[in-house]
C-alpha cells in the first residue's frame, strides 16, 4: 500500500486530511504493478483551528512518503528463425529510493454577512533515484556467445509543484444574486540527470571477443512551467 486510505484520513488529527482536487497533488493511489516489494513509511500531521466566533478558520495538511525498492529479474528467450535459433538471458538489479512531501492549507475569513474571502496553498516536492544494471548474452543453439552486454542506467530527479489561490464571494441582498472571483498561480520544476554506461562484446566462432561497441551517454532536462488563471462569474 502506497497512500493513505480514507481510514487512515480520518484518524490523523481526528479530522479527515483533504487536499487539493489537482491531479498533481493527488497522493491517494495504493496499487504498485512493478517488480520488487516496496518498503514505504508514511506520516502525515493535521491542523485546523476557528476563531472569532468562527469568522476565520484555518486548517493545514502535511504528509511525508519514503519508497524503497530492491528488485532482481531474470529471464530466458528462445527465438526460432526459419534456418536456426538463438537464445537470450537477461538479468537485472534495480534500486530506487522516492520521497515525496505533500503540503496545503487554507485560510477563510467572513469579512461580513456578505463577503468572504479564502486563501489557499498546495505544494509537493518529489526526490527520486533510480539505479539498474543489466547483463544480457545471446547464444547459438550450440549455446555458443554471439554477444554479451552490460549496461547501468542512473537517474535522478527533482521537481517541486507549488499551487496558490484566491477565492472572493460576494453576496447580494436580492435572493440568488452572487459575484464570485477566483485566481491562481501554480508554477512547477523539474531537473533530472541521467547516465547510460553500456558495453557490448561480440564473439567469432572460436569462442573469442573481436568487437566491443560502448556507449556513454549523460542527459539532462530542466524545466519550468508558470500557469495563472484567473475567473469572474456572477
Do not use: C
Request: hydrophobic letters at 25%; aromatic letters at 12%.
Amino acid at each position: 500500500s502506497q497512500g493513505f486510505d480514507m481510514d487512515d484520513a480520518e484518524v490523523i488529527g481526528g479530522g479527515m486530511i483533504m487536499f487539493n482536487g489537482d491531479g498533481d497533488f493527488d497522493d491517494w493511489s495504493n496499487a504498485y504493478y512493478d517488480e520488487g516489494v516496496p518498503r514505504t513509511l508514511k506520516a502525515g500531521a493535521h491542523f485546523s483551528n476557528k476563531w472569532n466566533r468562527d469568522k476565520q478558520n484555518m486548517n493545514g495538511n502535511y504528509s511525508v512518503k519514503n519508497i524503497n525498492i530492491n528488485a532482481n529479474g531474470n529471464s530466458l528467450t528462445k527465438y526460432v528463425l526459419p534456418d536456426s535459433a538463438y537464445y537470450s538471458r537477461e538479468s537485472h538489479n534495480t534500486s530506487s529510493r522516492q520521497t515525496e512531501q505533500l503540503f496545503n492549507g487554507m485560510y477563510d475569513v467572513k469579512l461580513d454577512s456578505f463577503a468572504s474571502l479564502r486563501f489557499k496553498m498546495n505544494g509537493k516536492l518529489e526526490n527520486t533515484d533510480k539505479r539498474t544494471f543489466t547483463s544480457t548474452e545471446s547464444t547459438g543453439e550450440e549455446l555458443q556467445v554471439i554477444n554479451r552486454n552490460n549496461r547501468t542506467n542512473s537517474s535522478k530527479l527533482d521537481a517541486g509543484t507549488f499551487l496558490g489561490s484566491v477565492l472572493w464571494r460576494q453576496k447580494f441582498k436580492k435572493k440568488g444574486r452572487t459575484l464570485s472571483f477566483t485566481g491562481s498561480y501554480k508554477r512547477t520544476d523539474r531537473d533530472s540527470k541521467g547516465f547510460l554506461n553500456s558495453e557490448t562484446d561480440f564473439f567469432g566462432n572460436n569462442g573469442l571477443p573481436y568487437q566491443r561497441d560502448t556507449i556513454d551517454q549523460y542527459k539532462i532536462n530542466t524545466s519550468t512551467t508558470n500557469a495563472v488563471t484567473s475567473k469572474l462569474v456572477y
